[in-house]
């Protein structure tokens, strides 16, 4: 099966300060997994720069004037007391996560000229999930899974699409941005407690259109998958999406060296392989993945590459 990646050189450039953990080597890694013979059938495209009027979908007015005002020219500026710092590459780099989230839409929806692929891989950073409407924090800017969705719902009319994330913190920002909207559907397995502390499975949104599952340090596969298997999927497959979107996250995996579950490779290609069963049979296989978080270089490469090898029917 074709897979579209999306990516872009600027993503490199957004960079946090020395020893920061979303460093652009996270992106090289995920470059070198991906560049092999193994992976040869990938198509890849530039990242475009995303809109304004897309940010919009989710974020505030008064707060995407304040990230555009406050993007260096020189040195450093932090969002949220040092975890979430913007370099003068930043802005850019947001965008152009912004963008290929929303060219990945149009992609499965069949607009363009790369009608007819069903899976597209947004290889880019920093993260997004983190990002609430009106706060940047965690090492996120904007929210580019939540607008991606938001995206689809406004421009192509779907009554329904989903978030599924499977990054080891929960995503905080897509929580509170769907969470009063029924048509937006979101699911998170996290580690709790954990950061950010929320993610609790009472929380489930206006209309049970969110669904958490808050998983102990230490948790390994039989417990992921058993949770995944009776929680996450009965309540996605009812939802009956129009389109998938994947926050995914590889900070899950055994090697991350900030996280405590323990989730190998097999684990990231199971629950890919489990979204693209509901993809066909809910959306015609419709599904946009983002890169989320992962700080291991060994994991994060080894798990998108699992990821990656679902998404092609490997």
């Not at 020893?19 to 090289?28: A, F, G, K, V, W």
């Not at 009554?159 to 905080?172: L, S």
Request: aromatic share 8%.
């Amino acid at each position: 099966m074709t897979v579209l990646v999306y990516t872009h050189a600027a993503c490199l450039e957004h960079r946090p300060g020395p020893n920061h953990p979303e460093s652009p080597e996270r992106l090289l890694a995920v470059w070198n997994a991906l560049r092999t013979p193994e992976f040869a059938d990938l198509q890849w495209r530039e990242a475009p720069i995303g809109t304004r009027e897309q940010v919009e979908l989710i974020h505030d007015p008064d707060f995407y004037d304040d990230i555009a005002q406050l993007a260096p020219k020189q040195g450093y500026v932090p969002l949220d007391g040092g975890d979430t710092v913007m370099s003068p590459g930043s802005w850019e780099a947001v965008m152009r996560c912004v963008g290929a989230a929303c060219a990945g839409v149009d992609v499965v929806m069949g607009n363009g000229q790369d009608s007819g692929i069903s899976k597209v891989f947004c290889a880019t950073r920093p993260c997004g999930h983190h990002a609430e409407p009106g706060r940047a924090m965690g090492f996120c800017i904007f929210n580019q899974a939540a607008i991606a969705a938001a995206y689809a719902s406004e421009r192509y009319q779907l009554q329904r699409v989903a978030v599924v994330d499977f990054d080891v913190h929960h995503g905080n920002g897509t929580q509170s941005a769907f969470y009063n909207r029924p048509e937006l559907f979101y699911a998170s397995s996290h580690q709790a407690p954990f950061y950010p502390g929320t993610g609790a499975q009472s929380e489930t949104g206006v209309s049970d259109n969110i669904v958490n599952l808050p998983l102990p340090r230490g948790c390994d596969s039989a417990l992921f998958r058993s949770r995944v298997e009776t929680e996450m999927l009965p309540a996605l497959r009812s939802f009956n999406p129009g389109l998938i979107i994947i926050s995914a996250g590889f900070d899950a995996h055994r090697l991350d060296p900030l996280a405590g579950l323990n989730f190998d490779d097999d684990d990231f290609h199971w629950i890919t392989d489990e979204l693209v069963k509901v993809a066909d049979a809910c959306c015609n296989g419709r599904m946009v993945s983002v890169l989320e978080g992962g700080y291991s270089m060994e994991g994060l490469a080894s798990g998108t590459a699992a990821h990656i090898r679902s998404l092609m029917g490997a």
